[in-house]
């Protein structure tokens, strides 16, 4: 049987064989990321980070600081170009699809989608300078492998676009109840959003006109080239 795609039809009659991303499923794919590369290229160090939105605590409420955590988040979204030369910018989503609907006679299945560039942060903590740099570094080497076209790990998962913005300032950071050496990574994301709703096709179309209103029909030919 054919691959699916997000709403039940096979793959191959859609226009784009690369799946839609949403905000969250970017983290996702960061996080399948992570994971891999712990698998083959192994941690940074003896022992391998978290990968999470939060920063965790203990059973008893209070903060975890006995390992190294990188938390992510959003930084902001806003409309992207339809290219990479930063014009063109929509005023809203677009028709990308209007098919039959499978098993509804009568019936279109529309498809709407538009582009967003989501700018995300990623903050790590480590319990020394030399720990906080050591996982930085390995984090970020991670993320350009797996952004590398060769691999085009990201472009198979919908992510048809990321851009390095730069690293911040390091930090020391007593926000969770310990001395932890901080440092933040930001990025660039262009995501596809789709979004897949039935409509009913136009079968009939009745126009009643009064007796009284007067109107106009001109016609337009074209003119034959000599």
Known sequence: MADLNEVGQPKYLTRSNLPAVHWDSFFDAVNEAFKLNIASAGPAGQRAPVFVTDYPKTNQGSFETSFDVIVFHILGSKMAPQGNHGQRVPKGATYREVKPQPNKQGYSLVTMAWWEMMSVQFTIYGLSHKRADEL??????????????????????????????????????????????????????RLELLQHFSVKNLETLTIEIPETATFTVSEQYAIPKP
Do not use: C
């Open 136 to 189: 930085t570094e390995w984090f970020q080497l991670m993320l350009f492998a797996y952004n590398n076209p060769a691999l085009n790990f990201f472009r198979e998962r919908g992510i048809n676009y990321m851009h390095f913005e730069g690293r911040g300032a390091d930090e020391l950071s007593r926000e969770y109840g310990q001395e932890l050496y901080k440092r933040t990574l930001k990025w660039d994301v």
